[in-house]
């Protein structure tokens, strides 16, 4: 089992910037691919960002030059940096881990999940 608990979210002004923080136990962290999605209220969740267990990273076109995810190995820690936000990013916004990166974007595949962590951008 994987535990992961977000932190972070909160009310911003468009144009501005957060960070989001994943913290994850119960295994070896370095052996799990990372995600980022995100769910606003009636839309279905969506993936924003991943980052395979060596480090590789891949992003929703929507965001891709604006956040930034990336990983701590030796914090078990797993983090969203982002910038420029947008009124259409806000959404509950969910850390998830798995072990082999493939269809990253299909939240089906992804086994552990967080609680999520609310974003709100005000226009």
């Known amino acids: 089992q994987v535990q992961l608990v977000e932190s972070g979210g909160g009310l911003v002004q468009a144009g501005g910037s957060l960070r989001l923080s994943c913290a994850a136990s119960?295994?070896?962290?370095?052996?799990?691919?990372m995600a980022w999605f995100r769910q606003a209220p009636g839309k279905e969740r969506e993936f924003v960002a991943a980052?395979?267990?060596?480090?590789?990273?891949y992003y929703a076109d929507s965001v891709k030059g604006r956040f930034t995810i990336s990983r701590d190995n030796a914090k078990n820690m797993v983090y969203l940096q982002m910038n420029t936000l947008k009124p259409e990013d806000t959404a509950v916004y969910y850390c998830a881990a798995r072990r082999y990166l493939t269809n990253y974007s299909d939240a089906r595949l992804w086994n552990y999940w967080g609680q999520g962590t609310q974003v709100t951008v005000s226009s």
């Open positions: 119960g295994r070896t962290f370095s052996d799990y691919a």
């Open positions: 980052t395979s267990n060596s480090g590789n990273t």
